[in-house]
């Protein structure tokens, strides 16, 4: 199964970024989403962006993700 992870731009360089995921800070390519900008949620998948995406989504996706890790190691 392959999944996207939503993440916030801390920062850019021309079509690669700094995502932060989860806590962990990623390079990705911004070539699929060359309007992103810092501070923007983006949908990250195998190291690209896909999409812009409202910052309200991505953190109750995030929530989501959170609520299933801890659900899986109990």
């Known amino acids: ?9 801390i920062a850019r360089n021309d079509f690669t970024a ?4 989860a806590g962990v800070v990623r390079e ?3 070539e ?3 309007e992103a900008q810092v501070g923007d949620y983006v949908l ?3 190291g690209f962006a896909i999409q ?3 910052e309200e ?7 989501i993700f959170k609520e299933l890790l801890e659900h899986e190691v109990s």
């Open 1 to 9: 199964m392959c999944l996207a992870v939503p993440g916030q731009i």
């Open 18 to 21: 700094e995502v932060k995921l």
């Open 28 to 30: 990705i390519s911004l």
């Open 32 to 34: 699929l989403v060359p």
């Open 44 to 46: 990250v998948h195998a």
């Open 52 to 54: 812009v995406i409202d």
């Open 57 to 63: 989504e991505a953190k109750k996706t995030l929530e």
